[in-house]
Nanobody, 119 residues
Framework: VQLQASGGGLVQPGGSLRLSCAAS????????VYWYRQTPGKQRELVAT???????NYADSVKGRFTISRDNAKNTMYLQMNSLTPEDTAVYYC??????????????WGQGTELTVSS
């Protein structure tokens, strides 16, 4: 299973952006999706989680500003980011776990998409 992250770019402070993560391959179900972010010299930070039942969880730093969602029909996951600040500048990665069509579990990472928040 491959994940393709997209949607990053340059945004002004206070702006919004939506990241996408499209999953492809032999997928039976996607059970958990995570969005991480990383800046140079820092550890990768878990930003948002959504599990198969729809429960979500967010890092305190993004709570109330970011929303994780998924479109099961399209095998695509999203991270809506609002009220962006320069501290949100990072490379964002999606990560998903699930069950392949052949019955094997999978865990995959997207390639990362870069967000820069700057005026």
């Amino acid at each position: 299973v491959q994940l393709q992250a997209s949607g990053g770019g340059l945004v002004q402070p206070g702006g919004s952006l939506r990241l996408s993560c499209a999953a492809s391959g032999s997928i039976f179900s996607i059970n958990a999706v995570y969005w991480y972010r990383q800046t140079p010299g820092k550890q990768r930070e878990l930003v948002a989680t959504i599990i198969r039942g729809g429960s979500t969880n967010y890092a305190d730093s993004v709570k109330g500003r970011f929303t994780i969602s998924r479109d099961n029909a399209k095998n695509t996951m999203y991270l809506q980011m609002n009220s962006l600040t320069p501290e949100d500048t990072a490379v964002y990665y999606c990560n998903a776990y699930g069950l392949g069509s052949g019955g094997a579990d999978f865990g995959s990472w997207g390639q990362g998409t870069e967000l820069t928040v700057s005026s």
